[in-house]
């Protein structure tokens, strides 16, 4: 699935192999030449995704759509969408998680530099804390939040 240097859970390698297999579906006339090899495939991008399964069990599973097919050829075809359907919404979950952490973690960097530079010694830090700021409210249509408060604040 990767070629060198590249690790298999890496979104790169994932939108080439995606890209791979429409191209194959496309090839075929549009009907999956070999669904059960496809769901392997698919099986494996999923299974290089660490914490992915946590983000599935949250949000549910597939609404049975693949059981109202009217022969084994269109059961095929309906159950590779959904499992299609699934690893999207499944990745974009498990993206969502990761950009929220991300955020988090950003804002403790920015709550961190404010404080650090509230003493003049670190006056350098206030053009990143501008830069961040900016940054935050493009980003958002908003100014940063307030640091919230943790039990240590007096509570």
């Known amino acids: ?21 429409r191209s194959e579906v496309e090839r075929s006339g549009g009907k999956p030449p070999d669904v059960e090899a496809m769901l392997r495939r698919l099986a494996a991008m999923r299974n290089a995704i660490p914490g992915i399964d946590e983000v599935a069990a949250k949000r549910g599973r597939g609404d049975g759509r693949a ?4 022969n084994v050829e269109d059961f095929d ?3 590779l969408i959904e499992a299609l359907e699934t690893f999207a919404e499944d990745v974009s979950a498990y993206a969502g998680r990761k950009r929220e952490k991300a955020l988090e973690t950003a804002l403790n960097i920015y709550y961190t530099l404010e ?3 509230r003493d003049p ?3 350098d830090l206030i053009p990143q804390l501008e830069t961040m700021r900016r940054a935050y409210e493009r980003d958002y ?12 604040d007096g509570e």
């Open 77 to 79: 075809t309906f159950t």
């Open 115 to 117: 404080e650090l530079a």
């Open 1 to 21: 699935m990767s070629t060198s240097g590249e690790k298999p859970g890496d979104p790169r390698v994932i939108r080439r192999e995606l890209a791979a297999m």
């Open 141 to 152: 249509g908003r100014p940063i939040p307030p640091r919230p408060a943790t039990k240590g």
């Open 67 to 70: 059981s109202f097919a009217d």
């Open 121 to 123: 010694a670190n006056a």
